[in-house]
């Protein structure tokens, strides 16, 4: 039996002109996706080892930034890291001081107010060349440290302005440094929970 051939879908959002940041904000029905230099690029939906990674870094900083009374977490937020073409990416979790986050809150669209921290978790479909760009526009926007962790190979590469990338592994403790002063999260104990 022959089959019949359809076309694809078109995507419900432009591929012919670029796409400003505010008209993006303005659009939750593109579904999950992030502006790239004006244009939009269509994101997976997270695995479920992807979305529990997130949900475990998202709450650990997030009792102990309520608990110091900090600041702000948030999850998958979108932030401006370039202009004119726009650029918005989704950190997966990102921690912010109530001072940014009260700026954060004025004027339309996506905030200009970099947050202190972004982090991303490295999904199968992540390649590190995206990262590593993700990295240097959250960095070039304002972001003071960047964690990158890698659930597969149990690290976390921590980058922060002016100083060379690490990479923790093994039993060593990632730590809030200037950022998050007094946060500690041993990987052993991070990458167990993951597990569970």
């Given at each position: 039996?022959?089959?019949v051939?359809?076309?694809p879908?078109?995507?419900?959002?432009?591929?012919?002109?670029?796409?400003t940041?505010?008209?993006?904000?303005?659009?939750?029905e593109?579904?999950?996706?992030?502006?790239?230099?004006?244009?939009?690029?269509?994101?997976?939906p997270?695995?479920?080892?992807?979305?529990?990674?997130?949900?475990?870094?998202?709450?650990?900083?997030?009792?102990?930034?309520?608990?110091?009374?900090?600041?702000?977490?948030?999850?998958?937020?979108g932030?401006?890291?370039?202009?004119?073409?726009?650029?918005?990416?989704?950190?997966?979790?990102?921690?912010?001081?109530?001072?940014?986050?009260?700026?954060?809150?004025?004027?339309?669209?996506?905030?200009r107010?970099?947050?202190?921290l972004?982090?991303?978790?490295?999904?199968?479909?992540?390649?590190?060349?995206?990262?590593?760009?993700?990295?240097?526009?959250?960095?070039?926007?304002?972001?003071?440290?960047?964690?990158?962790?890698?659930?597969?190979?149990?690290?976390?590469h921590?980058?922060?302005?002016?100083?060379?990338?690490?990479?923790?592994?093994?039993?060593?403790v990632?730590?809030?440094?200037?950022v998050?002063?007094?946060?500690t999260?041993?990987?052993?104990?991070?990458?167990?929970?993951?597990?569970?």
């Amino acid at each position: 039996m022959a089959s019949v051939l359809t076309s694809p879908a078109k995507p419900p959002y432009p591929t012919d002109r670029l796409v400003t940041a505010l008209e993006f904000s303005q659009h939750p029905e593109w579904g999950r996706c992030e502006l790239k230099r004006g244009k939009v690029v269509p994101l997976p939906p997270p695995r479920p080892k992807h979305g529990r990674a997130v949900a475990v870094l998202a709450q650990r900083l997030g009792n102990f930034a309520d608990e110091a009374k900090l600041g702000v977490v948030t999850a998958e937020s979108g932030l401006l890291t370039g202009q004119a073409p726009d650029t918005v990416r989704g950190p997966d979790v990102a921690f912010m001081t109530f001072e940014r986050w009260r700026k954060c809150q004025e004027g339309e669209g996506y905030p200009r107010i970099p947050p202190q921290l972004c982090i991303e978790v490295v999904s199968p479909s992540d390649t590190w060349s995206e990262l590593n760009e993700k990295v240097g526009e959250y960095l070039a926007a304002g972001v003071d440290v960047v964690w990158v962790v890698d659930p597969q190979l149990g690290q976390v590469h921590v980058y922060a302005k002016g100083q060379p990338p690490r990479v923790l592994k093994g039993q060593d403790v990632l730590d809030g440094g200037t950022v998050l002063p007094g946060f500690t999260l041993a990987l052993p104990d991070l990458f167990a929970a993951l597990t569970r």
